[in-house]
């Protein structure tokens, strides 16, 4: 039978695997990582705030969509709180830690990433179903959304607790990973191959879905007279989301594919090397998405402005802006959503404002 060490500190572990803990951090090189982490945990908590504010404060935002775009805002929310626990409990004070202190340390990164991961996936399956079936908005009640969003973190929670609830090695020394020396190299395996997957089936699934709407929004524009900022509205959503897609997988990939090869027990990977600069380039992603939300969307910009500058718009300008509609909404108040053809065809349903030269990119 083997031996269990749950009561041995951290260095124990970090010696029997050979992992390094990072010793040079100190001095000018620590000072700047944490100037650097402390300023994007900042911006990370501020600005996704504001996306959570603007959602719950514009009526034109509360859709399906919208509510799992706050969500997705709040899990990396949730990332900047993990980012500043790891903080203050990397280097060598890795090796000062209990066993259930470095879980909740990696815990937490597990389940920001899951939260994030889950939530593009279930708002690729909403696009899917309201794309396909020439709709702009799902038909997804405030009920089902929030079960969706209840169901998201259950799931990003239960996947973080893995490895504590026993897919670990602390009672088999042999199978510990290079990069967490505590997890099992299996489950690095099948941590890193599942996150994969996932991102190729839906990365497949928007190109699938931006492609549909790209022919069939150039084929029912030859046959209307509306703006092109109408006509190009469907569009506009996707390459929004597939921005956040995009940045999502080109932060997230090299970070795992190094734990992959930790678990396929690479020794000549070098992968000590770039393990901490794979982890920034992920914490980044928290940075970009809020710069993405407001660079795409005219309404949600101008929306997180006014909260920003504290100050509400003079009447006029709020008449002026209410007929502009967003740059994604494009919509009636039937929370069914119009059918395309129709946002196409009926010059009414947007108004007569155009939407921006930064919206139609």
Known sequence: MN??????????????????TVDEWTGTQL???????????????????????AV???????????????????????????????MFNTGPVSKTLTVNRWFLR?????????????????????RHMSIMRMKIHSNLTKKRVTFLIMSIWAIA???????????????????CS??????????????????????????????RIYMYVQRKTNVLSSHTS??????????????????????FVVCWTP???VLLLDGLNCTYCGIQNVKRWFLLLALLNSVMNPIIYSYKDDEMWSTMKRMICCSSEDKSQDRRSSRIPSTVLCRSTDTSGHYIEDGIIQGTICGKGDLGEKGSS
């Open 31 to 53: 000072i700047v990582v944490l100037c650097f982490g402390t300023f994007f945990c900042l911006f990370i908590f501020i600005s996704n705030s504001l996306v959570i504010a």
């Open 226 to 247: 509306g703006s092109i900022s109408r006509r190009r509205t469907p569009v506009k959503l996707m390459k929004t989301v597939m921005t956040l897609l995009g940045a």
């Open 56 to 86: 719950v404060k514009n009526k034109r935002f509360h859709f399906p969509f919208y509510y799992l775009l706050a969500n997705l805002a709040a899990a990396d929310f949730f990332a900047g709180i993990a980012y500043v626990f790891l």
């Open 106 to 126: 990696q815990g937490l990164l597990d389940t920001s990433l899951t939260a994030s991961l889950v939530n593009l996936l279930v708002i690729a399956v909403e």
């Open 178 to 207: 290079s990069l967490a020396p505590i997890y099992s190299r299996s489950y690095l395996v099948f941590w890193s191959v599942l996150n994969l997957v996932v991102f190729f089936i839906m990365v497949v699934v928007y190109i």
């Open 157 to 175: 929670i239960f996947m973080g607790a893995v490895p504590t609830l026993g897919w670990n090695c602390l009672c088999d020394i042999t199978a």
């Open 3 to 20: 031996e269990c060490y749950y009561d041995k500190r951290m260095d124990f572990f970090y010696n029997k695997t050979n992992a390094h």
């Open 255 to 257: 970070g795992l594919v």
